[in-house]
């Protein structure tokens, strides 16, 4: 797991393939840098820990849990 600050004149391809619209915005990808969830301004730490839980193993998260933000 990582974390990236991605600035949008730095990093304008990463904005354009995450579909980032909005700052801040929390992103979270898979392995192979599938994005899983993602999240426009605060993000509870019960729903960032699910997103990487489903991140890194899918179909770990309770049915009726979290809700994934994902596009």
Do not use: K
């Not at 899983?36 to 849990?65: C, F, K, N, Q």
């Amino acid at each position: 797991m990582g974390v990236q600050d991605v600035e949008f004149s730095a990093h304008r391809d990463l904005h354009e393939r995450c579909a980032i619209e909005a700052v801040p915005m929390t992103v979270i990808a898979d392995a192979a840098g599938v994005v899983v969830a993602s999240y426009h301004g605060p993000v509870s730490a019960t729903d960032l820990w699910a997103a990487v839980a489903e991140a890194r193993e899918p179909g770990s998260r309770p049915a009726g849990g979290c809700q994934n933000h994902s596009h």
